[in-house]
């Protein structure tokens, strides 16, 4: 069965400091992958997402990059953090074969707290 | 770009009653909806989604129906138990990558 690796699941960062949240899935082979975050009170927000290695997507520009070095592993980065980067990322993943849009498996989170 | 808008923001009812949650969204070739729960602190779970070329699908006690004129889609859950409670939230795609614009979700609070 498929699984979604994610840590961690919690980070307290200083500002300007460097982020790197990492996110791997077991058991499927050419997933599309996605960062989501989601902030108080508001809705799940689409970051990045990929649809193959090397191959990155942005929705909202951002103090934050995305990079899928291998086909099952998509990393979330930031060179200097803000405080409005904190909120609870999300990874997720969903097959990229067959039917167009299915469901997106979501990993477990890493809450990250800017201060 | 696609947006989503959700009703309401909190909904509370008395265990055994019926919750609807409504959603609306702006582009018209959108034509995937699902719904998430999302339990607190926990990731969110799909529980029902929906394509444009159906007009209503049920599970058990969860419904979801679709109206592609209006362009708005509504969850509905009859003889709600405690365990119901959770944040629902809609989404929409129209990108064959499953990219989802999410509404900002409801807190539904079933009491025993």
């Known amino acids: 069965s498929q699984t979604i690796h994610q840590w961690p699941a919690t980070l307290v960062q200083p500002v300007g400091s460097p982020l790197s949240l990492e996110c791997t899935v077991e058991?499927?082979?050419?997933?599309?992958l996605y960062w989501y975050r989601q902030a108080a009170g508001r809705g799940l927000q689409l970051l990045f997402y990929?649809?193959?290695?090397?191959?990155i997507s942005s929705e909202v520009p951002q103090n934050l990059s995305a990079s899928r070095p291998q086909d099952r592993q998509f990393i979330l980065s930031s060179k200097k953090l803000l405080l409005s980067d904190s909120g609870f990322y999300l990874c997720?993943?969903?097959?990229?074969?067959?039917?167009?849009?299915?469901?997106?498996?979501f990993g477990q989170g890493t809450r990250l707290t800017v201060v | 770009g696609e947006n989503v808008e959700q009703h309401p923001s909190t909904l509370s009812v008395q265990e055994g009653d019926s919750a609807v949650i409504k959603c609306t969204y702006s582009?018209?070739?959108?034509?995937?909806f699902p719904w998430y729960k999302q339990e607190l602190g926990k990731r969110p779970q799909l529980i029902i989604d929906?394509?444009?070329?159906?007009g209503e699908k049920k599970d058990q006690r969860i419904a979801v129906t679709l109206n592609k004129t209006a362009k708005h889609f509504s969850l509905h859950i009859t003889e709600t138990q405690p365990e119901d409670s959770a944040v629902y939230f809609c989404?929409?795609?129209?990108?064959?990558?499953?990219?989802?614009?999410f509404g900002k979700g409801t807190m539904l609070l079933v009491s025993p």
């Open positions: 990929s649809v193959g290695i090397g191959q």
């Open positions: 989404a929409a795609s129209r990108s064959r990558y499953s990219t989802l614009t």
């Open positions: 582009d018209s070739a959108s034509n995937y």
């Open positions: 997720a993943w969903s097959v990229r074969l067959g039917l167009p849009n299915t469901e997106a498996f």
């Open positions: 058991g499927t082979s050419n997933p599309n």
């Open positions: 929906i394509r444009s070329n159906v």
